[in-house]
């Protein structure tokens, strides 16, 4: 005999939840602090010392604990007791 055919139940789709998005807080950027230019006072010992030795208008000639420097003592003396490790 014919069978009748099974009517296929529909499947009920699950709704889905939307998920709430979190807001994202900026970031408040930090302002940078702009370097004041100093005027030739900051200039590095070794150009100084070049510029110096080449040309006798320096626009910041060096001081004079700078231009010459301590003069050399005798070598330290050690101690007795320190001798050997010398």
Do not use: F, L, W
Not at 24 to 33: A, E, H, L, R
Not at 41 to 56: F, I, K, L, N, P
């Amino acid at each position: 005999m014919h069978r009748k055919k099974k009517k296929k139940k529909k499947k009920k789709k699950k709704k889905k939840k939307k998920k709430k998005k979190k807001k994202k807080k900026k970031k408040k950027k930090k302002k940078k602090k702009k370097k004041k230019k100093s005027e030739g006072t900051m200039v590095t010992a070794r150009r100084r010392s070049q510029c110096c030795r080449t040309s006798t208008s320096c626009p910041n000639p060096p001081s004079q604990s700078e231009r010459d420097p301590m003069p050399q003592s005798e070598p330290h003396q050690y101690s007795e007791r320190h001798r050997g490790d010398i």
